[in-house]
């Protein structure tokens, strides 16, 4: 069974910044990928950033390039995501993803088998 647990969420003013991590129990990170997605109130759940074994490959949504680190490791299986430069529309609900994504499929969430309950990201002053 696999099992994705987010950590890291919390308050932070304009322009501080923040580290998620996700724990991947049951999936073999370096075998697959991973993501982030987030989901503000009444809208989308879209994609952050995504990983293929053990930061070889990374991707990042253009809203976030610049700010956004996606990392791994794979002796942990776990996924990391360092914010900086945080602005209020980064608010919103973090999940990690994990699954088999295709490229075509990379970024969107139907490309994830499994999901993390989720961790609220504020961004307020």
């Known amino acids: 069974q696999v099992q994705l647990v987010e950590s890291g969420g919390g308050l932070v003013q304009p322009g501080g910044s923040l580290r998620l991590s996700c724990a991947a129990s049951?999936?073999?990170?370096?075998?697959?990928?991973m993501a982030w997605f987030r989901q503000a109130p009444g809208k989308e759940r879209e994609f952050v950033a995504a990983?293929?074994?053990?930061?070889?490959?990374?991707y990042s949504a253009d809203s976030v390039k610049g700010r956004f680190a996606i990392s791994g490791n794979s002796a942990k299986n776990t996924v990391y995501l360092q914010m900086n430069s945080l602005r209020s529309e980064d608010t919103a609900v973090y999940f990690c993803?994990?699954?088999?994504?295709?490229?075509?499929?990379?970024?969107?969430?139907?490309?994830?088998?499994?999901w993390g309950q989720g961790t609220q990201v504020t961004v307020s002053s």
């Open positions: 993803a994990a699954g088999y994504p295709i490229s075509s499929s990379l970024t969107s969430p139907g490309g994830y088998r499994y």
């Open positions: 049951g999936f073999t990170f370096s075998g697959g990928g």
């Open positions: 990983i293929r074994r053990s930061s070889s490959n990374t």
